[in-house]
């Protein structure tokens, strides 16, 4: 016999739902803004999420489960590879699929080579989430709108519904229903959870109340590095940068009352000539990623940390399996 919630007398649901498309699409920023809170790193540049986090939704009537996976592409590196891999085993084992699309940009080959590899998949319902539409008029909204209905027309898809959202604006202003624009935006955040839930199956709850990610502590810790140390860099370092959480431990001789945890953590790079740019002049960047990604992590863990970071080389690991193994790929 399935649950039934107090608020609409309907069974409860709980499930898997998915976040596809190309890589910036607005996948891991509408990831946080449905959870509450900071559980996906989020960058302007393509190719940041390496790890499927799952956020958890709790809502009375259901549990959604979201699982950020990397942007589908076209490979050129065994890490390429094994993310695209990650992708695909991920959307036959959930239970809907969102496919972002941003509003600001035409539908491209990019988009069209997850929307022919989503046709294959016949069985998980699809809902066409149009992203930041808070970067476009009503005028270029609609021409996007129509574009996608037509996309799907095209290779099969049967899309069950196409919204579109400001995960930025629902983000900053939703959590606050003072002043119209807060409302709208935190309503359309809450409209892409109402459409994704009725497609779960009914079941109890899979996680605890409160719990907002499955995520290991260290890899979400790393994340946080790695996405501070992606911030302002030049072109051609983002995907030459992995972190790895060597150790996490509360200080010993604290009181109770005044606990530090020590994080101790490698910057990996893939040549030596990087170094210097992660660095920066007398250390000064390092200390910036250092200073930014510790905020993040005490308020992710609660307690306040010392963190203790190197940049080390690990010579062209994208395309070492080894390397990728001690790295966590």
């Known amino acids: 016999m399935s649950a039934r919630t107090p608020e609409n007398n309907g069974p409860h649901r709980a499930g898997f739902a998915c976040f596809v498309g190309r890589p910036n699409a607005g996948k891991s920023t509408l990831t946080n803004a449905l959870v509450g809170q900071k559980v996906a790193i989020t960058s302007n540049r393509p190719q940041t999420t390496r790890h499927t986090v799952r956020g958890i939704v709790h809502r009375p009537d259901a549990q959604l489960i979201l699982v950020d996976t990397p942007g589908l592409h076209k490979p050129r590196t065994l890490l390429g590879e094994r993310l695209n891999d990650v992708v695909r085993t991920t959307w036959a084992e959930v239970d809907v699929i969102g496919f972002c699309l941003p509003a600001d940009q035409k539908i491209g080959p990019g988009d069209r080579f997850i929307a022919k590899e989503l046709a294959g998949i016949k069985k998980t319902p699809k809902v066409a989430v149009v992203t930041k539409t808070d970067l476009v008029d009503s005028r270029t909204l609609a021409e996007q709108l129509i574009a996608i209905d037509r996309l799907g027309k095209e290779l099969g898809i049967e899309w069950a519904e196409i919204v579109p959202v400001s995960a930025k604006e629902g983000a900053e202003r939703g959590s606050s229903d003072k002043g119209g624009g807060g409302r709208r935006a935190g309503g359309q955040i809450q409209l892409v959870a109402d459409l994704l839930i009725p497609l779960l199956p009914e079941g109890p709850a899979l996680y605890p109340e409160?719990?907002?990610?499955?995520?290991?502590?260290?890899?979400?810790?790393?994340?946080?590095?790695?996405?501070?140390?992606?911030?302002?860099?030049?072109?051609?370092?983002?995907?030459?940068?992995?972190?790895?959480?060597?150790?996490?431990?509360?200080?010993?001789?604290?009181?109770?009352?005044?606990?530090?945890?020590?994080?101790?953590?490698?910057?990996?790079?893939?040549?030596?000539?990087?170094?210097?740019?992660?660095?920066?002049?007398?250390?000064?960047?390092?200390?910036?990623?250092?200073?930014?990604?510790?905020k993040h992590i005490e308020a992710l863990l609660g307690t306040p940390v010392y963190l203790d970071l190197h940049v080390k080389v690990a010579k062209d690991w994208q395309r070492d399996p080894k390397q990728l193994r001690k790295l966590g790929f």
């Open 210 to 294: 409160g719990d907002l990610t499955d995520e290991p502590e260290q890899v979400m810790v790393a994340e946080l590095i790695r996405e501070a140390a992606l911030e302002g860099v030049r072109d051609e370092l983002p995907h030459s940068i992995a972190v790895v959480v060597e150790e996490m431990l509360p200080r010993e001789d604290r009181p109770a009352d005044k606990p530090l945890l020590d994080i101790h953590a490698n910057v990996y790079i893939e040549r030596p000539s990087q170094k210097g740019i992660i660095i920066g002049p007398k250390g000064k960047r390092l200390k910036e990623v250092g200073i930014k990604s510790r």
